[in-house]
């Protein structure tokens, strides 16, 4: 049979007396009247069949019964309170495995940690560089940021952004060697992200699959292939969402007039018994808000640049 415990405003009472030595400041901590301090005082002590306070002059001193009492009913308290505590604001702290995208980690996530920060000193960051969507799964990552088709089987799912791609390279790389027309794309190595897909749509918006390909370098992903170009290695294929920042620093300019859109997407991605998790739930939320706040202004404009001017098809009866 469960031990019957004393009421728990009495309680409450006792324990606010004895941290102030004071009636009449426990009645204002509390929110109620002196009269109340003392008669719930007096029920617990009827309760109990002890005295816990004894009066010395102006100040309330414990007796030995409750100096006994007040380190179990403080430390009930802080222990309920502490709960409460992780209950009402369970997003303030605890850590948070994020599994991203490379080129996205490095170009947009990490730039903007100080946000995330600023608003959530509490939570503890693990961030892994990977784009497989496997770590959806995963026991050891909360939070998945992929770039693919969203075909990824049972989980929670939902689109990011989508976006263009445009040629990038350094303006060192192109003050040196100017790229005027698409024809000069030839005379720069060409670095792709993927087998070359990405590039043939472009080049196939530009009319320009007959182009001339000098030097070809293949990298595992759009990360290598944009810090290659940062480096004047070489033209990548840049982003709406991560080159616009290197952009916007001038560490790259984008070459031409004409973007195509992406196969692909980047996605959010969790577990499905992970989504209600308030952690989870509010990095997820933070991404979106921060990527809506910060859309004016990070994805530049390709106007401006090196118009494309297609070529006229040649006659199929040619002069004699």
């Known amino acids: 049979m469960p031990r019957r415990l004393p009421p728990l405003n009495p309680l409450r009472a006792f324990e606010a007396t004895a941290r102030h030595g004071s009636l009449t400041k426990a009645a204002g901590e509390l929110n109620v009247t002196h009269g109340a301090i003392s008669h719930q005082i007096k029920a617990l002590e009827a309760s109990l069949n002890v005295r816990l306070f004894e009066r010395t002059g102006q100040r309330l001193k414990l007796t030995s019964q409750g100096a006994e009492l007040l380190p179990a009913v403080s430390n009930a308290f802080e222990g309920i309170a502490a709960a409460t505590a992780r209950m009402t ?9 994020v599994s991203c995208v490379p080129a996205l980690l490095s170009f947009w996530l990490i730039p903007r940690l100080g946000s995330f920060t600023t608003q959530y000193p509490g939570i503890r960051l693990t961030l892994n560089a990977s784009n ?12 998945c940021l992929l770039y693919g088709d969203g075909n990824w089987g049972d989980c929670w799912l939902k689109l990011w952004s989508r976006l263009e791609l ?32 990405e590039w043939h749509t472009w080049l196939a918006a530009a009319d320009a699959l007959d182009l001339a390909r000098g030097p070809q370098h293949l990298m595992s992903d ?25 952009m916007a620093r001038g560490q790259l300019v984008s070459l031409f007039n004409l973007s195509v859109p992406a196969v692909d997407a980047f996605y959010v991605a969790c577990r499905n018994d992970l989504k209600s998790a308030p952690i989870v739930k509010v990095f997820i939320d933070w991404l979106y808000a921060e990527k809506q706040e910060t859309a004016g202004l990070g994805d ?21």
Request: no cysteine; charged share 20%.
């Open 222 to 246: 759009a990360r290598l292939s944009v810090e290659a170009a940062v480096h004047g290695h070489g033209v990548a294929l840049g982003d709406t969402v991560t080159a616009s920042g290197l």
């Open 89 to 97: 604001r369970p997003t303030s702290s605890g850590a948070l495995t």
């Open 300 to 320: 530049l404009p390709l106007a401006g640049q090196k118009s494309i001017r297609k070529r006229k098809r040649a006659s199929a009866a040619s002069p004699a």
């Open 132 to 143: 497989n969507p496997a770590d959806i799964h995963s026991a050891d990552v909360d939070v």
């Open 166 to 197: 445009f040629p990038v390279a350094s303006p060192t790389l192109i003050n040196n060697k100017p790229i005027r027309t698409v024809r000069d794309l030839a005379d720069h190595v060409m670095l792709h992200a993927d087998d070359g897909r």
